[in-house]
């Protein structure tokens, strides 16, 4: 069974600009989670989505968005890029249905670098 | 915010020695879990154990949980180089929407 895939795996951007990032689910894996890693901040939950819903947020501006398609797939978007965006981008698929609270499988992630 | 915090922050031991992590939280939860991270890759779950556990083993790993204290430990056995990466406790807390809440990690470093 192929795991999370996650691209592009490394991106950079300048500051303004907006980037998209993409995620596939492992099979059969229906909600889809995003996290963002920095040095300082460490990991936090952006958003979570389930059957194609946006079911649980993070504390982030609405810069930061997300959908899931039909397949379970699914993409993040940043606008309006800035220099603290940088980071690890993450993103977790599971076998949940009423909570997202068990294992996450996780994808290698996409690195951004803004610039 | 971070619910989990992971005491101490970094770890350096010899290959053969045992590594113990602490994780502490804040609230009540369903569950915790234990996760690794190799440098600038995914995270991979390792184990979890639930709020009416207290004890769980899964290979070289060993995982406690005192709900009273909220408090978890991780245990890594007669460690080997390979054991070398940052460890996440991630908590799912009673009530939540449904998303985990990692710490901020134990970085461990196993000298061969």
């Known amino acids: 069974k192929a795991g999370v895939t996650q691209t592009p795996r490394y991106l950079i951007k300048t500051r303004g600009q907006q980037v998209t990032l993409s995620c596939s689910p492992i099979?059969?894996?229906?909600?889809v989670s995003w996290y963002q890693q920095t040095p300082g901040q460490g990991l936090q939950f952006l958003f979570e989505y389930f059957s194609e819903t946006q079911r649980n947020k993070g504390n982030f501006p609405g810069r930061f968005s997300g959908r899931q398609f039909s397949n379970s797939r699914s993409e993040m978007n940043v606008s309006t890029l800035e220099l603290g965006d940088s980071a690890l981008y993450l993103c977790?698929?599971?076998?949940?249905?009423?909570?997202?609270?068990?294992?996450?499988?996780f994808g290698e992630g996409s690195r951004l670098t803004v610039l | 915010s971070q619910q989990g915090e992971e005491d101490p922050q970094a770890l350096s031991i010899q290959e053969g020695e045992n590594a113990t992590m602490n994780c502490s939280y804040k609230t009540s939860i369903n569950n915790l879990q234990w996760y690794r991270q190799n440098s600038g890759r995914g995270l991979v779950h390792l184990i979890l154990i639930r709020s009416n556990e207290r004890e769980k083993h899964s290979g070289r790993l060993r995982v406690t949980l005192d709900t009273s204290k909220k408090s978890s430990s991780l245990l890594i056995t007669a460690s080997r180089a390979a054991d070398t990466a940052s460890y996440f406790c991630?908590?799912?807390?009673?009530?939540?929407?449904?998303?985990?809440?990692f710490g901020k990690g134990t970085k461990l470093s196993v000298k061969p």
């Open positions: 991630a908590t799912a807390a009673w009530g939540s929407q449904g998303n985990l809440i």
């Open positions: 977790a698929s599971s076998l949940a249905v009423l909570r997202n609270t068990g294992e996450l499988f």
């Open positions: 099979s059969g894996h229906r909600s």
